[in-house]
């Protein structure tokens, strides 16, 4: 064996002889390597307490729908290695076969919004499974549960890192060890259980990412006959089960992966053009495929009475830019105070003109997700903001707008009439000029950052606004006027 597999073997095997991997009573049991390795080791110890895997995986025959289209053209392969693990170990195999209609539609995503705060589909269609997996361990009375969580990304498991240049395939990996994430995490916690991973310890990332490094072709190469990710994990377990298993995503591996697929069916073919002819007329708004067809996701229901104020983000509630500083002290000054003030008469929604990833993790790390003084609606990214032409130096030039029509047209209870957008950049107001607010850009490197009141004023205008009828009368330009 290799002497740095050994070194793997060996610094594994003590993590999961640990007091915290033998206090897991269950585990998320894909039949993957990651958690093949730590079910197999675990169990060896007379101290585990490890007595159940959980497999979650969609039965092709209970969806007539998929199978009326053959949508399951490879059957999900994560209950024959998850039956053979569990077999071998003697542990209890709850396996869960739910239907495509009750993850969608279920607990489990209800979960997973209102937890991961998130609306990507992909996303959704991963961790809805772990999400159901961890209802049913709930359910059961288990309180730790194992999962594999960190293997792909330190090992280089993940197909799309088989084709990167071997030379930068470490420095990749030691920035995705960085800023990788797990849903398993926070949908535990909100259901008041605990999981682990033991590769998530800080050994093992230490471990893969320490300056000697694990050379490239430890990482990927031949096992067994194949080429595979993740080789040293392989050559450090041999014998487990899943050792020679090909990597499969969850969606596969639990049969998931059809949801694209189905939302074709689901969704009439006349029904989706004509949806998608009103959002392109309507917004400029090209839908795309049906599973990403537009929709205003809601975060949190609106509040009957209440007013709406629209905030960007970018320059307006926070300064990102990298040389300004880091990202935990972007918020502008008063920035919980004011949402909260705001929130007692507003409803809240941002709208950011960046991607889902980059608007969802600047909100998590601000806590604006899960702050207990306010509640935000709903968030839109650059995607939904609609392109126009305008005169700018005697020339003609094409710039994306936020049109609030989008928002009303969601939400009936808000209109011309009640709505305030605040923003950094005025030209976003070409379609609302009535509802727009101009804010004063926060940069953290200007002489005046550490001064900047504008927040708290802005909350004054505001709230002596609140009660007003309607706002149609307004010229927000003249709001610092109004208050000291």
Same mark, same amino acid.
């Given at each position: 064996?290799?002497?740095?597999?050994?070194?793997?073997?060996?610094?594994?095997?003590?993590?999961?002889?640990?007091?915290?991997?033998?206090?897991?009573?269950?585990?998320?049991?894909?039949?993957?390597?990651?958690?093949?390795?730590?079910?197999?080791?675990?169990?060896?110890?007379?101290?585990?307490?490890?007595?159940?895997?959980?497999?979650?995986?969609?039965?092709?025959?209970?969806?007539?729908?998929?199978?009326?289209?053959?949508?399951?053209?490879?059957?999900?392969?994560?209950?024959?290695?998850?039956?053979?693990?569990?077999?071998?170990?003697?542990?209890?195999?709850?396996?869960?076969?739910?239907?495509?209609?009750?993850?969608?539609?279920?607990?489990?995503?209800?979960?997973?919004?209102?937890?991961?705060?998130?609306?990507?589909?992909?996303?959704?269609?991963?961790?809805?499974?772990?999400?159901?997996?961890?209802?049913?361990?709930?359910?059961?009375?288990?309180?730790?549960?194992?999962?594999?969580?960190? /293997?792909?990304? &330190?090992? $280089?498991?993940?197909? #799309?890192?088989?084709?990167?240049?071997?030379? @930068? !395939?470490?420095?990749? %990996?030691?920035?995705?060890?960085?800023?990788?994430?797990?849903?398993?995490?926070?949908?535990?916690?909100?259901?008041?259980?605990?999981?682990?991973?033991?590769?998530?310890?800080?050994?093992?990332?230490?471990?893969?990412?320490?300056?000697?490094?694990?050379?490239?072709?430890?990482?990927?190469?031949?096992?067994?006959?194949?080429?595979?990710?993740?080789?040293?994990?392989?050559?450090?377990?041999?014998?487990?089960?899943?050792?020679?298993?090909?990597?499969?995503?969850?969606?596969?591996?639990?049969?998931?992966?059809?949801?694209?697929?189905? /939302?074709?069916? &689901?969704? $009439?073919?006349?029904? #989706?053009?004509?949806?998608?002819?009103?959002? @392109? !007329?309507?917004?400029? %708004?090209?839908?795309?495929?049906?599973?990403?067809?537009?929709?205003?996701?809601?975060?949190?229901?609106?509040?009957?009475?209440?007013?709406?104020?629209?905030?960007?983000?970018?320059?307006?509630?926070?300064?990102?830019?990298?040389?300004?500083?880091?990202?935990?002290?972007?918020?502008?000054?008063?920035?919980?105070?004011?949402?909260?003030?705001?929130?007692?008469?507003?409803?809240?929604?941002?709208?950011?003109?960046?991607?889902?990833?980059?608007?969802?993790?600047?909100?998590?790390?601000?806590?604006?997700?899960?702050?207990?003084?306010?509640?935000?609606?709903?968030?839109?990214?650059?995607?939904?903001?609609?392109?126009?032409?305008?005169?700018?130096?005697?020339?003609?030039?094409?710039?994306?707008?936020?049109?609030?029509?989008?928002?009303?047209?969601?939400?009936?209870?808000?209109?011309?009439?009640?709505?305030?957008?605040?923003?950094?950049?005025?030209?976003?107001?070409?379609?609302?000029?009535?509802?727009?607010?101009?804010?004063?850009?926060?940069?953290?490197?200007?002489?005046?950052?550490?001064?900047?009141?504008?927040?708290?004023?802005?909350?004054?205008?505001?709230?002596?606004?609140?009660?007003?009828?309607?706002?149609?009368?307004?010229?927000?330009?003249?709001?610092?006027?109004?208050?000291?």
């Amino acid at each position: 064996m290799n002497p740095i597999a050994v070194q793997l073997r060996t610094l594994l095997t003590s993590v999961l002889q640990s007091d915290e991997a033998q206090s897991c009573d269950s585990i998320l049991l894909s039949g993957g390597l990651d958690t093949s390795i730590a079910a197999e080791i675990i169990n060896e110890q007379q101290e585990s307490q490890l007595n159940a895997g959980i497999t979650v995986t969609i039965d092709p025959s209970s969806n007539q729908l998929a199978n009326k289209h053959n949508l399951f053209i490879k059957q999900p392969q994560d209950i024959e290695y998850a039956t053979r693990i569990a077999n071998k170990l003697g542990i209890s195999h709850h396996v869960l076969t739910p239907t495509l209609d009750e993850l969608v539609n279920g607990p489990a995503m209800d979960l997973c919004t209102k937890t991961l705060r998130t609306f990507e589909s992909m996303e959704l269609r991963n961790a809805m499974v772990i999400a159901h997996a961890l209802l049913y361990a709930k359910s059961l009375g288990l309180s730790r549960v194992c999962t594999g969580d960190g /293997a792909d990304e &330190l090992f $280089a498991g993940y197909k #799309f890192m088989h084709q990167m240049d071997k030379n @930068k !395939l470490c420095s990749y %990996i030691r920035e995705m060890a960085k800023t990788m994430r797990f849903c398993a995490i926070p949908l535990a916690k909100s259901l008041g259980i605990a999981v682990w991973s033991p590769y998530l310890d800080g050994r093992v990332i230490e471990f893969a990412t320490s300056n000697s490094e694990i050379p490239a072709s430890l990482l990927i190469g031949e096992f067994s006959g194949a080429v595979h990710g993740k080789l040293i994990l392989r050559q450090a377990f041999p014998g487990v089960v899943a050792a020679a298993r090909g990597k499969e995503p969850i969606e596969c591996g639990s049969g998931t992966a059809v949801m694209p697929a189905l /939302a074709e069916h &689901l969704i $009439a073919d006349d029904e #989706f053009a004509e949806r998608t002819r009103e959002i @392109k !007329l309507r917004f400029d %708004i090209d839908v795309g495929d049906k599973e990403r067809r537009v929709e205003l996701q809601v975060i949190n229901p609106p509040r009957p009475g209440r007013k709406l104020l629209v905030l960007d983000l970018d320059y307006t509630l926070l300064d990102c830019n990298p040389g300004s500083g880091d990202m935990v002290n972007m918020a502008r000054p008063g920035l919980d105070q004011f949402l909260t003030a705001a929130y007692r008469h507003y409803d809240l929604i941002v709208w950011s003109q960046t991607s889902w990833m980059v608007l969802e993790s600047k909100m998590t790390i601000l806590g604006m997700l899960t702050h207990p003084n306010y509640r935000i609606v709903s968030a839109l990214n650059s995607s939904m903001m609609i392109s126009v032409r305008s005169q700018r130096g005697g020339k003609v030039v094409s710039h994306h707008v936020k049109a609030l029509e989008i928002i009303w047209s969601w939400f009936s209870q808000y209109n011309y009439k009640n709505t305030v957008h605040v923003d950094d950049l005025d030209r976003n107001f070409v379609l609302n000029w009535q509802s727009g607010l101009r804010i004063r850009p926060y940069k953290r490197n200007s002489l005046r950052a550490y001064r900047d009141r504008e927040l708290e004023k802005l909350a004054q205008y505001l709230l002596l606004i609140a009660e007003l009828d309607t706002f149609e009368h307004l010229d927000h330009s003249q709001w610092k006027g109004l208050v000291g």
